[in-house]
């Protein structure tokens, strides 16, 4: 058995020599990472042990393991078939405690993420071609996205990370991850469709004549909007964990929003009042000159995750 210290400076283990090879494999550790073997007081190289000689020759980038089957699930049944509870406010609390232990990890992952979608919306505004930055931004957030999922997954389940592995979404699943943020996007949309007809059927003529609308025609708009807003929030909530699950679980894209469906269901309103909860923490830290946004929304990000891992993993998380 062995003890790493990962590229954050933490301390990783123990773990086997087959799980230490892995690493070494997958880029996420190499001959100056410092190991300690079980029995012994002092870190060395990797480079130092023999053992692993031959896994430091044929480094080379792991491949991601492959998407599930069409049809499958990718979860096992046992997990799919029980029921869970969720502790809103522990979500919150170790989403807490998990930013403050990994706070350069965690604030380094948005600050990329933040810094990308920042770059690509100021390109928006660029006269004439502006469009087609915005058109960009539909094949570069999803993956980022589901980067800062396995980001914070990692770091929950006290596996080697980096702020750099924000980039695994393009690597592990990026069609898939583009094709469900587009597809739960349209669906949502869809929802609506009714209201926007509605308002430019109510609204329109006063627009059209420079007056204002009447009474009659806000009241009507603001109900319809109302009720269409209904749906909407309750597709969001049940299709929450679908990113989640094509970078983490492997699955495609349909099977994923199908299996977080499934899911949420069993306790939506658990599900949306955690939704509510971190919707308030990023608010706060929009508030707070913006800036408290690179704080907030780590913990909200987290918050998820830890709920993901009650609701979809064999082994449930523990606190920090």
């Known amino acids: 058995m062995y003890k790493i210290i990962g590229a954050d400076k933490k301390e990783y283990g123990p773990v086997s020599g087959d799980q230490l090879r892995e690493w070494i494999q997958q880029g996420r550790a190499g001959a100056a990472t410092l190991v300690q073997a079980e029995g012994q007081a002092d870190w060395r190289p990797v480079g130092d042990y023999p053992e692993f000689a031959e896994a430091l020759a044929a480094k080379s980038p792991a491949p991601p393991p492959p998407f599930a089957a069409a049809g499958a699930t990718g979860v096992a049944p046992e997990i799919l078939e029980r029921d869970y509870d969720l502790d809103i406010a522990g979500c919150i609390g170790q989403g807490w405690n998990l930013v403050q232990k990994n706070l350069g990890l965690l604030i380094g992952a948005v600050l990329i993420y933040l810094g990308i979608e920042f770059v690509i919306g100021v390109l928006g505004m660029i006269p004439l071609i502006g469009a087609l930055f915005s058109l960009l931004n539909l094949f570069v957030m999803a993956p980022l996205m589901g980067g800062l999922f396995y980001v914070t997954l990692q770091a929950i389940r006290g596996q080697p990370t980096t702020a750099g592995d924000v980039f695994e979404g393009f690597r592990r699943a990026f069609i898939q991850l583009v094709l469900g943020y587009v597809v739960s996007a349209i669906l949502t949309a869809l929802c609506v469709i009714?209201?926007?007809?509605?308002?430019?059927?109510?609204?329109?003529?006063?627009?059209?004549?420079?007056?204002?609308?009447?009474?009659?025609?806000?009241?009507?708009?603001?109900?319809?909007?109302?009720?269409?807003?209904?749906?909407?929030?309750?597709?969001?909530?049940?299709?929450?964990?679908?990113?989640?699950?094509?970078?983490?679980?492997?699955?495609?894209?349909?099977?994923?929003?199908?299996?977080?469906?499934?899911?949420?269901?069993?306790?939506?309103?658990?599900?949306?009042?955690?939704?509510?909860l971190v919707g308030l923490v990023n608010l706060a830290g929009f508030l707070l000159c913006c800036v408290g946004v690179l704080f907030s929304m780590p913990i909200g990000i987290a918050a998820m995750m830890y709920a993901y891992e009650t609701i979809f993993s064999a082994a449930r998380p523990q606190t920090p």
Do not use: Y
């Open 194 to 276: 009714p209201a926007v007809i509605v308002a430019l059927v109510t609204l329109w003529p006063a627009i059209t004549h420079h007056q204002p609308p009447t009474p009659a025609a806000v009241f009507i708009t603001a109900g319809v909007g109302l009720v269409c807003l209904l749906p909407t929030i309750f597709l969001s909530v049940n299709l929450m964990f679908t990113l989640p699950l094509i970078v983490d679980k492997r699955l495609e894209f349909w099977p994923a929003m199908q299996t977080s469906w499934k899911m949420v269901r069993k306790h939506w309103w658990q599900i949306f009042g955690l939704a509510v």
